[in-house]
């Protein structure tokens, strides 16, 4: 990769505000998966292989899934956070394989959000 | 086509595959095919249906029933239920969440809102393993600003400008640090990023490097520029896997887009860094350690001056920040050090990240401004301490840290203060512990940690360690001497001093501090061998026997419940208490608060196997005892604590009479508990037994008008004083003199003397009644008013959760319909014609911490309202009666209306011929605590009299052994405490008849199992 100048640093930044900006139509929806090691440790390997195979299985192409670090509340762990298209994102808690294979049938596919297991809608906020 | 009468829907999705869905449709075909029913009914596998958390589902046709998470054990029933008999199995149907629950958003989670992001800016948002997602949220714009607009010498008036301080612990400003090295000649320099941490319980680096690596590395190379070093290390455990993976792609990443190597960003400037992996010695996170580790000797301390940023690593000047310091860097870089030092206390700015650990509801890392109270942190963010213990103490900056406790809940967490409370900041270990912690045994783990992490250069951290840790143990283990604590204290100085580095200076901090607020806990292990916490095992039986005041025999008896010998079982009880049937009924169950099986499930039901043993065995007879002994004792009060110091003494051959001033016995058992809760016959049976043993019982006696106090005195050779407290504290607020104001205890005492006339009408309240007070009083109060028919409300100035009143108290007085209103206080009494009218109140809201770690109720201006009520009954404490007591007796009343003891007595008052216990000298407090100040009072008595005649020590006749068998099952399944079945209904509220109705024989054998018998010696 050729190296960066000062200026490519704010096109990556627009390149990939682009890219994450769900947009109707392409997009249907980001599934994030928080794998810090508390996480993990709690077994959000097994959440994310149930969710590929979910996906592979349902033979849906338009879903990002995507992982990141700690999200600060490790107790609650395995959190994943799930964005559609145009609505808020709800971040689901205590997540296990077979409550994920549910969030992503009812709710990334069909819209419901699985209430019993949402811990909170919405993101932080950073001032 | 072939006609079933019925399908069934079995879900074969992945989920319900997982769940068990084959092996419950193998048991299916099996069950069909056993009762015929193959020919009638279809069994087909579905996909998924979406309902995977519940599986295995199945839908039945054609009523289109669904039951979730079937068993293969389940299915003989549901197919006998539901497919042979046509009913539906209720145990398995699927049910809609009920509550049509509003999910809230993150900034109505208190976890989230009260945090304040700038060192985890990012968290949850990126994926660390793409530099792109960084820079897209303004990564690596703050370096570029410091290498494109920026000196050296602008870089570090920033750093200096924004206050940021050391965050590994120490605490030093950064940006001195880096003019220091800055200024320090040389052409070949370092920076050093401490990913070492070490501290049990701590993992903010460890997160910080996870989920967002790319900060740590930008504020590495702003450190070098702003010294002038082109090359790094970041020392990390080798414990951290995915710490290091996750830094290595980043490094591979920002070195191929040119965001690091050579000529970075195009600037010119050149940084290399390098990951170096240690091993996880703890003294390798002290700076010269590390260094030397680096360098690939042995990671051991070396002496300073000279000062890393003169000589560092390999000699050359080099800076050393932890990784929580290099990530605020960018930041401050970027929006400058007037944003940054926006946050914070005076000398301590920005934000801290804490590893929020321990006994705390919401487990995580937290980020909060510098200055955030204690409290806050504990109770709001981390929402408080579960299964509603109580917090104890915060152990901050781990193994070189202090505890703070209760009282300091509201002191602000910066640098200064919390150095100046015993602890220091650290990383951000933040180690919450509730009350089953022992402060001694917390010292002893720490100090443990700290000789196993030792590197053994300096005699004093290596020698001294171990001989802390020796003499901590001895304590723990019930060997402490008189002289221990000072030595400890000796010793910790000597280390502090002694020692080369940060580890040893800091390794007595722990003992230190649990010394200065828990001192009394290390007296109690040395000199009674006692652990209130119920944690070091050494001390007692079982952590049940421990916690209880009389030390009563719990696994014993409950192992001979599930034996089924209930009357050995009795004898058990009555060896160390001789009201087990009151007691089984009201006693406040410290034993259960301790119990193991807690900690697995719920705690054995410890209270209602008691009462099981009073209501189903006979009662051991009760035969005279003889009068041995020339002495004559008076008791002064026929409470629990008064007759059981009677009981005591007649046991010891003593001639005992008991004066009460009321028409019968029993102080607050039989005045102040209402009969719904201790029935009277129950009571009387086990006061018979105390008279039956040849105590004199005189009632409506009042000493002070119908026995003159001097006569007594005269009369008997030592007098017990078991008053009791009586009297209700006044709410001290107008209108408190109007008809139908009663204080708890008044009103109870009113209510209990002639139940039948309040419940026949020919005394009342009123229509509506309020009670003010969260106490075990206020309870009883208003339940008996509801028992009158009233319409009644407590009035409570804090919230549920903080009520005194025993929590199946509170519910029982919900479930029969009583209003509580939280957070509210009496302003005013109305009335007219001098009778009540109404009360008028006013809201409260929680403000800062009281010592008692509960948040202060404080009115909101302008909340006030006004209930139309018809009688009030203040039930919000009670003090002592003491106007019997003639100012020239000798015995001593204190402030607070109760009897002072003398000093060297746990019983005796400041006249040596009266002694005295009870509510009458703790102020209000349990039956049992009171039943364990009679029988103190009776051994001072009886060890008195025989001292001053030069008598051998009374020696407790020979006691039957009654031999315990060990039974116990040989794995245990988790399983709730056995429910007490209860009154219900109209009976339940319109009459006194009792409301737990007592275990059933199955029921009582059936819990007795629960218990795991950790009194056992294996």
């Not at chain 2, 004199?696 to 004083?721: H, Q, S, T, W």
């Not at chain 2, 009459?991 to 199992?1009: H, M, N």
Request: proline residues 5%; hydrophobic residues 40%; aromatic residues 6%.
């Amino acid at each position: 990769m050729a190296k960066l100048k000062i200026e490519d640093l704010k096109k990556i930044k627009e390149r990939v505000h682009a890219e994450t900006a769900l947009r109707d139509g392409e997009r249907r929806a980001k599934i994030t998966v928080h794998m810090g090691t508390c996480g993990i440790a709690s077994g959000a390997r097994d959440v994310m292989e149930a969710l590929m195979k979910a996906i592979e299985e349902a033979g849906v192409t338009d879903v990002i899934v995507t992982t990141s670090g700690c999200m600060g509340l490790c107790s609650r762990e395995p959190l994943v956070t799930v964005e559609r298209v145009g609505e808020e994102p709800i971040k689901y808690e205590s997540m296990n394989a077979n409550k994920m294979r549910q969030v992503f049938k009812k709710h990334v596919l069909e819209g419901e959000i699985q209430t019993p297991f949402v811990l909170a809608r919405g993101a932080e906020i950073v001032k | 086509m072939k006609v079933f009468r019925s399908h069934l829907l079995l879900c074969g999705g992945t989920g319900c595959h997982a769940s068990g869905s084959l092996s419950v449709k193998k048991a299916l075909v099996a069950e069909m095919a056993k009762r015929n029913l193959t020919e009638e009914i279809k069994l087909v596998e579905t996909g998924c249906n979406g309902f995977c958390a519940m599986g295995p589902i199945m839908v039945v046709y054609p009523e289109g029933v669904i039951y979730m998470m079937i068993k293969p054990e389940d299915v003989p029933e549901l197919v006998e239920e539901h497919l042979v008999k046509g009913r539906i199995l209720e145990r398995l149907l699927y049910r809609e969440p009920t509550t049509e629950a509003v999910i809230p958003t993150m900034q109505e989670i208190p976890f989230f809102a009260l945090q304040e992001l700038r060192v985890l800016r990012n968290r949850g948002l990126i994926d660390p393993e793409r530099i792109e997602e960084y820079i897209a949220r303004d990564g690596y714009a703050g370096m570029a600003k410091a290498l494109t607009e920026m000196t050296s010498g602008e870089i570090v008036q920033e750093m200096l400008d924004s206050g940021l301080r050391g965050r590994g612990g120490a605490g030093f400003p950064t940006g001195l640090k880096w003019k220091f090295c800055s200024a320090s000649p040389g052409d070949i320099k370092y920076v050093l990023c401490n990913a070492d941490e070490g501290d049990p319980g701590a993992f903010m680096d460890r997160s910080v490097l996870e989920a967002d690596p790319h900060a740590v590395l930008e504020g590495m190379v702003i450190a070098a520029k702003a010294i002038g070093a082109h090359f790094g290390y970041i020392y990390c455990r080798a414990e951290y896997p995915l710490a290091i993976h996750r830094l290595n792609i980043a490094i591979e990443q920002a070195t191929e887009m040119g965001l690091l190597g050579k000529d970075i960003l195009g600037t010119g400037f050149d940084f290399n860094l390098e990951i170096y992996q240690g091993a996880g010695a703890f003294v390798c996170g002290e700076e010269t350690a590390l260094m030397t580790s680096i360098e690939g000797k042995r990671g051991m301390p070396r002496p300073r001056p000279p000062f890393p940023a003169i000589a560092g690593l390999w000699q050359r000047p080099s800076v050393l920040n932890n990784v929580e310091t290099f990530a605020n860097v960018p930041q401050i870089i970027l929006k400058g050090a007037a944003w940054y030092a926006g946050v914070g206390t005076e000398k301590s700015k920005g934000t801290k990240v804490f590893a929020l650990t321990g006994d705390v509801n919401n487990v995580g890392l937290v980020e909060v401004p510098m200055g955030t109270t204690l409290g806050t942190i504990v109770f709001d963010i981390g929402g408080g301490i579960p299964k509603n213990k109580k917090y104890k103490a915060a152990q901050l900056g781990g193994p070189s840290g202090g505890c703070i406790p209760v009282q300091h809940l509201n002191a602000s967490v910066d640098y200064e203060k919390v150095a100046e409370l015993g602890a220091i900041m650290g990383s951000g270990g933040l180690i919450v512990m509730n009350e089953d912690n022992c402060a001694v045994d917390m010292a002893r783990f720490f100090m443990d940690f700290c000789q196993d992490e030792s590197c053994g250069k300096c005699t004093p951290c290596r020698e001294g360690t171990k001989r802390m840790l020796q003499i901590l143990t001895n304590i723990t283990q019930g060997k402490g001497k008189e002289g221990d604590i000072e030595l400890l204290e000796e010793m910790a100085g000597i280390i502090k001093d002694a020692s080369l580095c940060g580890l040893g200076q800091t390794a007595p901090n722990p003992v230190l501090s649990t010394i200065r607020y828990f001192r009394q806990e290390y007296e109690e292990h040395i000199r009674n061998k006692y652990c209130r916490a119920g944690v070091c095992s050494a001390l007692f039986k079982s952590p049940c026997q421990n916690a209880c005041p009389v030390g009563m025999d719990v696994p014993a008896y409950i192992g001979l419940i599930r034996a089924e010998r209930f009357e050995d079982a009795y004898r058990v009880l009555l060896k160390t208490n001789p009201f087990p049937s009151v007691c089984g009924r009201v006693c406040d169950h410290k034993c259960q608060s301790k119990c193991r099986r807690g900690k697995m499930d719920e705690p054995v039901a410890i209270k209602f196997l008691k009462r099981f043993i009073t209501d189903s065995a006979p009662r051991p007879r009760v035969d005279p005892v003889p009068v041995t002994r020339k002495e004559r004792i008076a008791v002064v009060g026929a409470g629990p604590a008064g007759l059981t110091a009677a009981r005591d003494l007649a046991l010891r051959g003593y001639s005992v009479t008991v004066f009460e001033e009321l028409p019968n016995p029993g102080g607050m058992l039989r005045w102040a508990i209402p009969s719904y809760r201790l029935p009277r016959n129950i009571l009387d049976g086990e006061i018979d037994d105390i008279r039956g043993l040849g105590v004199e019982i005189r009632c409506n006696v009042r000493v002070g008008k119908d026995l003159p106090f001097e006569k007594l005195a005269k009369d008997y050779d030592c007098v017990y004083l078991a008053t009791g407290a009586h009297k209700s504290t006044k709410m001290g607020v107008p209108g408190e003199e109007l008809q139908g104001v009663w204080g708890g205890v008044e009103f109870l005492r009113a209510f209990n003397m002639d139940e039948n006339a309040w419940m026949k009408g020919a005394r009342t309240l009123g229509s509506k009644v309020a009670v003010i007070g969260g106490g075990n009083s206020a309870i009883d109060a208003a339940r008996c008013a509801k028992r009158m028919g009233a319409d009644v409300t407590i009035l409570y100035r804090r919230e549920r959760k903080e009520m005194p009143a025993a929590e199946e108290e509170v519910t029982a007085a919900l479930d029969e319909d009583i209003k509580i209103e939280f957070l509210a206080a009496p302003l005013k009494i109305e009335g007219k014609d001098g009778q009540v009218t109404g009360i008028t109140c006013e809201r409260m809201k929680l403000g800062d911490f009281d010592r008692s770690g509960r948040k202060r109720p404080v009115a909101i201006p302008g909340s006030e309202f006004t209930l139309a009520v018809d009688a009030v009954v203040a039930a919000i404490g009670q003090v002592p009666d003491m106007a019997f007591v003639p100012k020239d007796s000798g015995v001593v009343i204190n402030k607070w209306d109760c009897y002072d003891l003398a000093k060297d007595s746990q019983s005796r008052t400041t006249n040596p011929k009266f002694y005295a216990g009870g509510d009458a000298v703790t102020g209000p407090d349990t039956v049992i605590g009171a039943i364990a100040a009679g029988h103190q009072a009776a051994a001072d008595i009886d060890s008195d009299i025989r001292n001053a005649l030069g008598e051998p020590a009374w020696e407790a006749p020979a006691e039957e052994k009654i031999d315990v068998p060990l039974l116990i099952d040989e794995e245990t399944q988790e399983q709730p405490q056995t429910k007490m079945p209860e009154l219900h209904g109209a009976e339940r509220t319109t009459s006194f008849a009792e409301v737990e109705l007592g275990f059933t024989r199955e029921l009582a054998i059936a819990e007795s199992c629960r218990c795991l018998r950790c009194d056992a010696e294996v």
